[in-house]
């Protein structure tokens, strides 16, 4: 049985992405750090998912886990690097550099680590799909964005620098970039503040969590050999301000 193995499965786009995966009848080994939210996920689909409760910047316990997969589940097909986190929201001058190690921390590093990992399984049998959340910011800057953005500049980087590595093999390497999208990003990005993050989405229209698994399954149901490079995905109504622009009723 193919095996789908997707980060930051608890919620947003990677609880999306993992039930779109599962509503097909691939398993899925999820990762995160909640383990509560991935019993919800493994009680709905028994048997098929494989969940693993760690801290994706832990590259021992990820090591760990990935070289003890069950036999079932390790037929591995694909990878969805979705962790990934913002936090702050103001100028450079005003940020914390903790924020920022902890963003480059889960952003770039932990998707090196288990990148590397499941890379040498998919050159063992020359077969395989790395999928990289980006982000549009890595594009089109926005006050606040700063290390957030180049770390997803960085996600898009390598992931066109790892297609060219893969050259003549049957390994594919995609990145999908969401614009405006409503998950918990906004609230982890506030350090919980809801009705501040709820600020960011008024009279604005945004993607859900369900658009990106649509734009994720996609990618990877093509044919073996069309391999989709970047995709940039945007809410119609949003502009290339990334939808923080001031509301058309305002002077």
């Not at 019993?39 to 801290?55: R, T, Y």
């Not at 970047?230 to 001031?246: D, H, I, R, Y």
């Amino acid at each position: 049985m193919d095996t789908i193995i997707v980060t930051g499965a608890s919620s947003g786009f990677g609880e999306a992405i993992a039930r779109r995966f599962l509503a097909e009848g691939y398993n899925v080994i999820a990762i995160a750090r909640r383990e509560e939210k991935l019993m919800d996920l493994a009680h709905n689909f028994p048997g098929k998912v494989h969940a693993l409760a760690l801290d994706i910047t832990d590259k021992h316990a990820v090591e760990e886990c990935l070289s003890n997969i069950p036999e079932y589940f390790e037929n591995i097909t694909a990878l969805v690097n979705n962790a990934g986190l913002s936090l702050g929201f103001g100028p450079a001058q005003d940020n914390n550099i903790n924020d920022w190690e902890t963003m480059v921390n889960t952003n770039i590093v932990a998707l090196l680590h288990i990148t590397k990992k499941v890379l040498k399984m998919f050159k063992e049998k020359n077969q395989g799909h790395i999928i990289n959340i980006g982000s549009v910011a890595a594009y089109y800057p926005y006050m606040g964005s700063n290390v957030y953005g180049a770390t997803k500049s960085f996600v898009h980087n390598f992931t066109l620098n790892l297609k060219t590595d893969l050259e003549g093999s049957n390994i594919r390497a995609s990145c999908i970039a969401p614009g405006l999208s409503k998950t918990e990003f906004a609230v982890v990005r506030f350090k919980g503040d809801v009705e501040k993050a709820d600020s960011l989405y008024e009279n604005k229209t945004y993607l859900t969590a369900d658009n990106i698994a649509e734009t994720v399954f996609w990618t990877f149901s093509l044919p073996a050999n069309v391999n989709i490079n970047v995709m940039e995905v945007m809410p119609t109504g949003q502009s290339f301000a990334l939808g923080f622009t001031k509301k058309q009723d305002e002077k």
